[in-house]
């Protein structure tokens, strides 16, 4: 399958929030044919020489094969990561900081080959079959009911109309969180989507009491629909619109003949994961993985040492934790 995040298009608009310069390799021999993008950061200067680590954007990326022979792959990907290795060395990269992408046909391969690890999940519906009826458990069901008792419906935006009513929704959610700079969207940040994903692009929204009460932006690519922001009226949660938009945009996604309706990730034992996982059967949840690779250890070192605290342990790379 084919996702919106392995697309240019993608990759162009978190230009807005990533930091550093966004970056392609395109590896090509008899074989095939592998493409990867990245972002391309400073890391810091030593003895003269400004050195750079790498990083996947918002998502799940990585390298793609675009073309390959038949029985090839596992060749292909295994030359494409031995010149790799010759680029981060020419261009003084010292880090590797890779998501996956879970749908890529060639995903379980390209995991191998690129060493990754375990880093979180994706909790989707297969929109091929009845989701509703197979996945979702009594209490999603029981939610879907009680919004549409209690008079909430839903609407899909492919204008940005109400953009407006989305930001003012969502600071509720940046709030909650107490979300950074990553994670804080302007009009104009939302607006971007619409203007580059024309067609592929909608906020869904909750309407209930003449007002909106819950939204969403959504994106698609070719087979997969991606839930990707939610802004709530706290004061409007008990009328469950967050559950029936979570049904809605799924059954737009399989009027438009998708094959997955990804409702994004959460944190392990967390609220959002039980909420999510509620609309879910076991073979809902997709796994996804990281390569984390340190590709100059003397340099990485010297970074690290310079570092006087750590804040944050579980960043990759470590100096810029």
């Known amino acids: 399958m084919e996702s919106l995040y392995r697309e240019k298009v993608w990759a162009d608009l978190q230009c807005q929030k990533e930091e550093g310069t966004l970056t392609e390799y395109l590896y090509e021999s008899g074989n095939g044919t592998v493409r990867y993008r990245f972002f391309k950061r400073n ?133 909650k969180y107490h979300t950074g700079f990553y994670y804080t969207f302007s009009e104009a940040d939302i607006r971007q989507y619409f203007e580059m994903l024309p067609g592929r692009c909608f906020l869904i929204n909750a309407m209930a009491e003449n007002r909106i009460i819950a939204a969403v932006l959504v994106a698609y690519g070719k087979d997969v629909m991606h839930y990707l922001y939610l802004g709530n009226d706290v004061e409007y949660l008990p009328y469950q619109g967050n559950s029936l938009l979570t049904y809605e945009t799924a059954m737009i996604g399989k009027e438009l003949g998708l094959k997955v309706f990804d409702m994004g990730g959460g944190k392990p034992g967390g609220k959002i994961e039980e909420f999510k996982r509620n609309f879910i059967s076991d073979d809902g949840v997709w796994a996804y993985y990281a390569t984390k690779k340190i590709w100059n250890e003397e340099v990485y070192k010297i970074l690290l040492e310079r570092k006087e605290t750590i804040n944050n342990p579980g960043m990759f790379p470590l100096y810029r934790g």
């Not at 010292?94 to 690890?117: G, H, N, V």
């Not at 509703?132 to 909430?152: C, P, S, T, W």
Request: proline residues 2%.
């Open 43 to 175: 890391a810091g200067l030593v003895e003269g020489k400004l050195y750079y680590d790498i990083a996947s954007y918002r998502g799940a990326e990585g390298p793609y094969i675009e073309s390959v022979k038949d029985g090839r792959e596992r060749e292909l990907l295994t030359q494409f990561r031995a010149a790799f290795a010759g680029y981060c060395r020419e261009n003084g990269i010292i880090a590797e900081f890779a998501k996956l992408d879970p749908w890529d046909r060639y995903a379980e391969l390209t995991r191998e080959t690129m060493e990754a690890e375990y880093y979180g999940n994706f909790y989707c519906n297969d929109l091929t079959r009845d989701f509703a009826a197979l996945d979702y458990n009594r209490r999603a069901k029981r939610a879907i009911r009680k919004a549409r008792e209690m008079g909430v419906t839903a609407k899909a935006d492919y204008k940005g109309d109400t953009i407006p009513d989305f930001i003012r929704l969502y600071q509720h959610t940046a709030e």
